[in-house]
């Protein structure tokens, strides 16, 4: 009871990061492995917050604001957009969202990503939730994903994998070398990459420090 007292009172005081010491989770896979549709399923049973850098990146773009036509460009060409900005974006949904449990779902890209985010938060990750899946399925998927975004054809999408090979997988070492990397099986149906999820958040989470 007391800790859940004092956790309400944190999360109102929060002004900062530091303050809030929120539990992080990150979650990477290539693009299409299905890192937004499972975060949805872990949000209603978790009750953690989904806090997607694409989807950030996008909203940022879509409100005209005076980085807009940098992330469309990057966004268009599969390239990964300056932390700074990124990292601005995360920091601020974090500070919004009333919560102190995150899924953090395509970031850090690279390590220079990952680099600055713990420089600029001092946040480190409970663990990083990878999800595994062909490149073959992912480009089935992402070409009948039907959201419109103009990053999801064959051109664009080649460009992407190509980045999570170069970058993202070096990320995944770096977490590897820590055993804190959690690696699912992506490419069977929906329900049961979920029992694989559940598998690994049930019953708790641990804090980080
Ligand atoms: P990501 O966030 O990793 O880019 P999404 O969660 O958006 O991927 O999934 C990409 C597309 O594939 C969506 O249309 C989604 O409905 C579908 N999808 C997600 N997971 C699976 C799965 N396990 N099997 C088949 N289709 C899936
Ligand atoms: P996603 O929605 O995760 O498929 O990301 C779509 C695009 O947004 C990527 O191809 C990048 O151009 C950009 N993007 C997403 N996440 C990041 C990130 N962490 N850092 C920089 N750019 C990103």
Redesign the pocket.
């Known amino acids: 009871m007391g800790t859940a007292v004092n956790a309400v009172s944190r999360k109102e005081a929060a002004r900062s990061l530091a303050d809030l010491k929120p539990t992080v989770v990150f979650v990477l ?11 949805a399923n872990i949000v209603k049973h978790f009750g953690f917050t989904h806090l ?1 850098a ?1 989807d950030l990146l996008r909203a940022e773009r879509n409100s005209g604001s005076e980085n807009g036509t940098m992330i469309s460009n990057m966004i268009k060409e599969g390239q990964i957009v300056p932390s700074a900005v990124t990292i601005k974006l995360l920091e601020r949904a974090m500070l919004e969202s009333g919560n102190d449990k995150f899924l953090i ?2 970031f850090p890209r690279n390590e220079e990503n990952r680099a600055a985010f713990e420089d600029v938060t001092k946040i480190e990750p409970s663990f990083v939730l990878y ?1 595994d899946c062909s490149e073959e ?2 480009e089935k ?2 070409l ?4 419109g975004r103009d990053d999801d054809n064959v051109e664009t999408i080649r460009k992407r994998f190509k980045v999570f090979l170069e970058s993202t997988q070096k990320v995944l070492e770096h977490y590897n070398a820590q055993g804190k990397v959690r690696k699912i099986d ?5 329900e ?2 979920f029992e694989s999820v559940k598998g690994i958040f049930g019953p708790k989470v641990e804090k980080a420090d």
């Open positions: 896979g290539g693009p299409g492995s299905g890192k937004g549709t499972q975060c997607s694409g779902d395509g999800f399925e992912m998927r992402l009948s994903r039907n959201q992506a490419g069977r149906p929906v049961e990459v």
